[in-house]
């Protein structure tokens, strides 16, 4: 860590102290910022990482559109708007499947060179092994976290298109409060991934709704997956497999998820299910 001396040396290289010049294509987005601090990080992949903290003029807002939408979360698709538009969520499965692979590889040779540490002790060897001495998985560690890396860097450029996106399209967006809804702890991957994505797409909408001028609430989740949004008719809860259904009070044919997300706009607007009919 130091204090700025950072300097942009050219269309491509930054000058850093005591490291000298660096090469880099982000000169572009440092123009017309003052560079505070910066922190140089090596990372388990081997590769090092510079980051920057910079002093930015305030951004330019969006336009507005005069849209409103509420999301509805899920697994398959990341997003479920109430206008009945789906975003998939973000699949990275080759990186993934390497992830998973090297991170097997990882653990059985740790514990390979694990026992053989062990063995070395037992028998009274001379010169005894370290752990850090077995190159086999000192290299499936590094694999192992680079790939890990690459498919969180992939899955969180996918939500930072989607949420500009739409904070872009819409001046209010209405979700649903997950803390209330609070997922119970399960060990499904899948689940768990969507819990992590889950929280950063929220996270991302919130900051981005405030910094372009727009609006982001959160409503209570209680019942927006069992009423129906055409007449208010509460049928209970449904079992997850259920994907559409008709409401047995208006015959309304619903598509669960964006039954929810129409669900989650009313909520969060003041009179929106007249609003809402009008538009449809
Ligand atoms: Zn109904």
């Given at each position: 860590?130091?204090?700025?001396?950072?300097?942009i040396?050219?269309?491509?290289?930054?000058?850093?102290?005591?490291?000298?010049?660096?090469?880099?294509?982000?000169?572009?987005?440092?123009?017309?910022?003052?560079?505070?601090?910066?922190?140089?990080s090596?990372?388990?992949t081997?590769?090092y990482?510079?980051?920057?903290?910079?002093?930015?003029?305030?951004?330019?807002?969006?336009?507005?559109t005069?849209?409103?939408?509420?999301?509805?979360?899920?697994?398959?698709?990341?997003?479920?708007?109430?206008?009945?538009?789906?975003?998939?969520?973000?699949?990275?499965?080759?990186?993934?499947?390497?992830?998973?692979?090297?991170?097997?590889?990882?653990s059985?040779?740790?514990?390979?060179?694990?026992?053989?540490?062990?063995?070395?002790?037992?028998?009274?060897?001379?010169?005894?092994?370290?752990?850090?001495?077995?190159?086999?998985?000192?290299?499936?560690?590094?694999?192992?976290?680079?790939?890990?890396?690459?498919?969180?860097?992939?899955?969180?450029?996918?939500?930072?298109?989607?949420?500009?996106?739409?904070v872009?399209?819409?001046?209010?967006?209405?979700?649903?409060?997950?803390?209330?809804?609070?997922?119970?702890?399960?060990?499904?991957?899948?689940?768990?991934?969507?819990?992590?994505?889950?929280?950063?797409?929220?996270?991302?909408?919130?900051?981005?709704?405030?910094?372009?001028?727009?609006?982001?609430?959160?409503?209570?989740?209680?019942?927006?997956?069992?009423?129906?949004?055409?007449?208010?008719?509460?049928?209970?809860?449904?079992?997850?497999?259920?994907?559409?259904?008709?409401?047995?009070?208006?015959?309304?044919?619903?598509?669960?998820?964006?039954?929810?997300a129409?669900?989650?706009l009313?909520?969060?607007?003041?009179?929106?299910?007249?609003?809402?009919?009008?538009?449809?």
């Amino acid at each position: 860590t130091g204090k700025s001396i950072v300097k942009i040396a050219g269309r491509r290289y930054l000058y850093l102290p005591k490291l000298g010049y660096i090469k880099t294509s982000k000169t572009g987005v440092l123009k017309d910022v003052k560079i505070k601090r910066y922190t140089v990080s090596l990372e388990p992949t081997g590769k090092y990482y510079l980051s920057i903290q910079a002093e930015v003029k305030a951004p330019q807002k969006f336009k507005k559109t005069g849209k409103q939408v509420g999301i509805d979360v899920g697994v398959a698709d990341l997003a479920i708007l109430s206008n009945g538009l789906k975003y998939p969520a973000f699949e990275a499965s080759y990186f993934e499947k390497q992830s998973r692979i090297w991170q097997s590889k990882y653990s059985r040779r740790r514990h390979l060179a694990y026992l053989l540490c062990e063995q070395d002790k037992h028998q009274k060897v001379l010169n005894l092994r370290s752990l850090e001495s077995f190159s086999n998985w000192q290299r499936a560690r590094k694999l192992k976290a680079s790939y890990q890396k690459k498919v969180a860097n992939k899955r969180k450029d996918y939500l930072h298109k989607l949420t500009t996106h739409l904070v872009r399209q819409y001046d209010v967006i209405a979700i649903e409060d997950l803390k209330v809804k609070n997922l119970q702890k399960n060990h499904c991957l899948a689940k768990a991934i969507a819990n992590a994505s889950w929280s950063m797409f929220r996270q991302m909408l919130e900051y981005k709704c405030e910094r372009y001028g727009k609006e982001l609430i959160a409503v209570n989740p209680k019942n927006t997956s069992r009423i129906c949004s055409k007449c208010g008719f509460n049928s209970g809860a449904k079992p997850l497999e259920i994907r559409e259904w008709t409401c047995p009070n208006c015959q309304a044919h619903h598509d669960r998820d964006i039954n929810a997300a129409v669900n989650i706009l009313y909520k969060a607007m003041p009179n929106g299910q007249e609003l809402a009919v009008v538009n449809s």
